[in-house]
Structure formats: structure tokens, C-alpha cells
């Protein structure tokens, strides 16, 4: 079996390739991968703040590809525990 490979962050910046790149913030949005809380206006990527505003994202941000929904947990241990 193969290794489970990490989901890459997104670019800050769109390249304006005409094939768009894996990390494309633009391709990303409309595939719908793109992280919780982020946006794309004029090709950059931005965080949306609590009032609805946007702020530029710095290029050396952290960027945290968690998936947003908590993934079901295996019942293993509740029947080792009751064997």
C-alpha cells in the first residue's frame, strides 16, 4: 500500500499560468478544497475575517489543511476494552 500523501496549502499568489498549478488558490476555489476561512480576490489569497472583511495572507503563513469535519473514530478500542 502507498503512503497517504498531505494536502499541500495553496499558493499566496496566483502564477496566472494557463495550466493551472496543484497549489492554484484559483483552482483550489473552485474545486472547493480550499481551506476553511479563505478566499481569492484579484488572484491573491486572503483570509475572511468574523465581520465579513479580507486580509492579505503573508507568505511564510502556516496554513492548517486539516479537513474542517471531525473523521469518525474506529470502535477498536471499545471492544478490546469489553474482550
Keep these: 500500500m502507498g ?3 498531505g494536502l499541500k496549502p495553496p499558493k499566496t499568489k496566483c502564477c496566472v499560468s494557463s495550466s493551472k498549478c496543484g497549489r492554484c488558490p484559483l483552482r483550489m476555489l473552485k474545486e472547493g478544497t480550499l481551506p476553511e476561512g479563505y478566499a481569492v480576490k484579484k488572484r491573491r489569497l486572503v483570509t475572511v475575517q468574523a465581520d465579513g472583511t479580507f486580509k492579505a495572507v503573508p507568505k511564510k503563513a ?10 469518525k473514530k474506529s470502535g477498536k478500542k ?3 476494552a469489553a474482550a
Excluded at 62 to 71: G, L, N, V
Design 3 to 5: 503512503k497517504k500523501k
Design 62 to 71: 502556516k496554513i492548517d489543511m486539516t479537513p474542517s469535519k471531525k473523521a
Design 78 to 80: 471499545k471492544y478490546a
